[in-house]
């Protein structure tokens, strides 16, 4: 069966909304003057092609984008969206402090600390703070 390149975009974008709100399509809307080739390209192929392979659900491919993106360094930008985006698919606050927590072990303290410092954000913006951790007893 062959997939023409709307219906690749259009699948892509019904996921990339499911898993980002609205701000997935301001993002796709926001390459449109510079590359718009890079935002098809972001929607068809990472979301309609990659994302929407059923082998692992949205929560575990959030986690392993968040360890990636830690492990990357430099990618605050598109972190700080994945964070949200983690949230949407239900991974909790502490959830995501613990994956980052690991990413110390593997990536080092600095880029652990980077991540923090944008979930922080993120939890911030929807009142999520403070994340207790159940396991010390706050």
Known sequence: MTTSREERFARGMAVLTAVNGENGAKFIDSLADVSPEL???VAAWAYGDIY?????PPRDRQLVTLGMLT???GCEPQLEVH???AL???LTP???VEALLQSAVYCGMPR???ATSVARKVFAARG???VRDETQGD
């Open 39 to 41: 935002g098809h390209q």
């Open 52 to 56: 929407a392979r059923p082998q692992l």
């Open 71 to 73: 492990a990357l360094g």
């Open 83 to 85: 964070v949200d985006a």
């Open 88 to 90: 949407n698919v239900g």
């Open 94 to 96: 502490r959830e995501i």
């Open 112 to 114: 652990a600390l980077n």
């Open 128 to 130: 999520l703070l403070p």
